[in-house]
């Protein structure tokens, strides 16, 4: 099956820095997402970006499906950017398969 | 739209006890699933169903069964409880464009003693 990797697994920042996550995958995927889960286990949909790049505010993704990884990139991090950040792909019938997650934490 | 909605928030059973974990979703998709999270992991597939009547297995469905008779419910059952149950689950939806991802309900937190 297809194989999902995070990194890095934690990261610690200071409010106002710049952090890149990354989201390496094994396979050819047709959905690839980006959740935020907060400090009360909430999943937030943060992108559905199986290619190209989209932006949101302070959160931009990039996919580059034929290299198989995809960047979260978020600039001048709030304490309310805690949590832990999953990248998640699929394949037939929409069903994902979840990496491991980074954990970031950002102190004020 | 109240979303994906699912009952109870948090459970407490004992081993070899059988629940009904309830997911309602009000955006007539086709596609739902259901997934575990395990602490300090990321979430894994139990069930999935493509449409009302259509139900299959996903990655760790042993322990659990589902059935699908509307479009709207994706009721989850746990028969003979488990420790190794213990977990938080969380019911998905996606519309079958497969352009817009899947929407996810606030979870069931389930503690088998």
């Known amino acids: 099956g297809i194989q999902v990797e995070q990194s890095p697994p934690d990261l610690i920042l200071q409010e106002g820095a710049n952090s890149t996550l990354r989201c390496n995958f094994s396979d050819s995927v047709n959905n690839l997402q980006w959740f935020h889960q907060n400090p009360w286990g909430q999943l937030i949909n943060l992108f559905y970006i199986p290619s190209g790049t989209k932006q949101n505010g302070r959160l931009s993704a990039t996919t580059v499906a034929t290299e198989r990884y995809s960047l979260l990139y978020i600039s001048s991090s709030q304490t309310t950017d805690s949590g832990v950040y999953f990248c998640a792909v699929g394949g037939g019938a929409q069903k994902l398969v979840f990496g491991q997650g980074t954990r970031l934490t950002i102190n004020p | 739209n109240a979303g994906v909605t699912q009952t109870p928030k948090f459970r407490i059973l004992k081993i070899g006890q059988s629940m009904t974990l309830q997911c309602t979703q009000d955006?007539?998709?086709?596609?739902m699933y259901w997934y575990r999270q395990d602490p300090g992991m990321g979430l894994k597939l139990i069930y999935y169903?493509?449409?009302?009547?259509?139900?299959d297995k996903g990655e760790v469905p042993n322990g659990y069964n589902v059935s699908r008779s509307t479009t709207e419910d994706f009721p989850l059952r746990l028969e003979l409880a488990a420790p190794s149950q213990t977990s938080v689950y969380f019911c998905a939806s996606s519309p079958n464009s497969g352009r817009a991802g899947q929407f996810f309900g606030p979870g069931t937190r389930l503690t088998v003693l």
């Open positions: 955006m007539n998709h086709n596609y």
């Open positions: 169903s493509v449409g009302a009547g259509i139900t």
